[in-house]
């Protein structure tokens, strides 16, 4: 059995980070380990800017956004000479397994590392806003982010009701549409733009065609970031030549999706996949993301969870479209 387990977060912060480096701790002191907080994702472990940590080092942070740890993307642990000095510190210290906290990248780091140095074993938390990662149902931070846009949404909707304007709200999501098709749900969204799909300038107007005839007073589209037509300044533009019948206004809600205290579901997922992982390096295991799928706790390879793409549920496409009419 491991004694000593290092902990860190890495990539970009989520809502529930916190949240999972409580319960990392807490079950490793359960387990009789030694728990060692890494400051700054992988840069800290070459720094070997490392402590140990205990159970009050983790008090009063299950309700607090981003991680006590700090984060960041480490170009230096890309590199092998910047992961054999990581194995160098972690040797020195007697850290001969990981916890780490983050998204796709964090993954791909993790696989590097174990397949040059199999001795310190790695077991990974999903924790990134996106929900992207293959082998859970959602991902620390994901449920926040729904629901801080979907408060936003709310408030420019009221704006939207008084004023007659059509509003594109542009929502987080790059490479996929998670984020921006459940918003979009919740809040009562005319339509939703996201990566996976293809929807043209000529359905969006179409759609707003029919909103007029209706006698729609207002409007809303969500747009992910990432949607084919360039994001919400691009799409609004777009429509506003052809569109006149409302004022269009555009908001990037941006980096406020990633702050914030954490819902209840992403504390008890989070608490959840902290504990996880520690049991599952107590029982040996390497190389392995922990997850949550049917409410089951699951473990799926890297390898898997980093070359498989988690589908969007055709289901909540097709209730946009009921939805909205």
């Known amino acids: 059995m491991e ?83 990581a194995y160098q510190n972690l040797k020195k210290r007697g850290i001969d397994a990981l916890v780490v906290i983050g998204g796709d990248g964090t993954y791909r780091g993790a696989a590097e590392f174990i397949a ?49 304007r059509l509003f594109f709200v542009e929502v987080m999501g790059r490479d996929a549409g998670f984020i921006a098709l459940r918003t979009g749900i919740a809040a009562g969204a005319e339509a939703v733009l996201i990566p996976e799909t293809v929807t043209t300038v000529d359905m969006l107007l179409e759609m707003l065609e029919a909103g007029r005839q209706k006698n729609k007073s207002s409007m809303i589209i969500v747009v992910a970031e990432g949607d084919e037509e360039g994001g919400a300044f691009a799409v609004a533009e777009k429509v506003k030549k052809r569109f006149d019948y409302l004022e269009t206004k555009v908001s ?23 504990a996880a992982a520690v049991d599952a390096l107590v029982e040996g295991e390497t190389g392995v993301a922990v997850g949550v799928v049917h409410h089951d706790a699951v473990r799926i390879p890297f390898d898997h969870a980093v070359k498989h793409v988690q589908d969007l549920n055709p289901a909540l496409l097709r209730l946009v479209k009921i939805l909205s009419l």
Do not use: W
Request: with cysteine; aromatic share 6%; charged share 25%.
């Open 3 to 85: 004694k000593n387990i290092g902990i860190l977060t890495s990539g970009g912060d989520s809502p529930g980070m916190n949240a999972c480096i409580r319960a990392a701790v807490r079950t490793a002191l359960y387990h009789g380990l030694k728990p060692f907080g890494v400051r700054r994702g992988y840069d800290g472990i070459i720094d070997d800017d490392v402590f140990l940590m205990d159970s009050r080092s983790v008090s009063n942070i299950i309700h607090t956004g981003g991680t006590i740890l700090k984060t960041a993307r480490s170009p230096r642990f890309r590199t092998r000479e910047g992961r054999d000095a």
């Open 116 to 164: 040059e140095h199999p001795d310190v074993k790695i077991v990974g938390c999903p924790g990134t806003i996106d929900n992207d990662l293959y082998g859970t149902d959602f991902t620390i931070g994901f449920d926040t982010a729904v629901n801080t846009a979907v408060q936003a949404i709310d408030k420019i909707r009221d704006t939207a009701t008084s004023h007659n």
């Open 252 to 274: 990037i809600l941006g980096h406020i999706q990633r702050g914030g205290s954490p819902t209840y579901a992403d504390r008890v997922l989070a608490s959840r996949l902290g």
